[in-house]
């Protein structure tokens, strides 16, 4: 709106102007909200609300990992496994393993072999429990399942929604 | 396409931030602004360039970014609503000597800065002096001195 009644040209409008500093202070609670749920976890890596855990923490196969992760960033999986001593054996789903690249596997396996179905890793240890990390990058965006279990034992699914 | 999508993503989101962030929030850098722009630009960096740091994907992502805004400026250009949209108005904060207190409340100037850029730049010295006070789009405050005090 011009003001030449003002003896000014000017392309005030303040009725846009208003609508505006609604806008703004709209935009600045979403940015808030970005940053409150950032910190809890919404936006993955980390936070309460990102930590996800598959089965209990007593039976054979107990996962620990981020429910949201980001694509191109490293998230780890922690597995606590309890099986015979000497030698376990777990497996984690060949889709899954697809859409990720594994950066890390601690302790090192002594063997994999892989199908179309799974990827079964070998780890020595002298325990029957035994911690495994996976640090794994993800590579696509979206829903992503995985299943991981015991050879000939039980497994547990969970999911994970990975951001861009 | 991937860094043409992430350039998008950053030059949009960028955009909207600086535009919550009011007209004043960038027009007067200080060393702490300064500061924080590096911050932003180092932070900004990993996203547009990925784990690609060739030099094609260097310019992919200078060009989609200038592209961008030579797209931008010719909407803003054709059509008046987009341009207000992404660039705002200038917004008068004092009006024949008085301040116009919801205007400049609601975009954050404040009395002193409008009297310091009377001082600067006509060497005025009472408020009464000020036919308008006009905060421009880029967030700067142009000054318009009553006749006497010209």
Known sequence: MSRKARDLDLDEDLAFQKKEWLAQRVGIGILFALVVGAALGLTGMGGPLSHGEAGQRQDPVFVEFDRVVRRGATATIRLH???APGETRFWVSAPYLEQVRVENVVPPPRHLAVDEKRHVYTIQSESSEVTIRLDVEHQTIGRMDATIGLVDGPSVHFIQLSLF | MDSVLRSLAVYLFVLVVFRIGGKRSMSQITTFDFILLLIIGEATQQALLGNDFSIINAWVVIGT???????FSWFEGRFPTFGRVVGS????VVENGKLLKDQ?????????????????????????QFKYAILERHGGISVVPTDDAR
């Open chain 2, 65 to 71: 970014l200038t592209a961008l805004e030579v797209v």
């Open chain 2, 89 to 92: 108005l200038p917004v008068i």
């Open chain 2, 104 to 128: 400049a409340t609601r975009e954050g100037v404040t009395l002193s800065e409008i009297l310091a850029e009377g001082r600067e730049k006509h060497g005025l010295e009472r408020l009464d």
């Open chain 1, 81 to 83: 496994l309890r099986g």
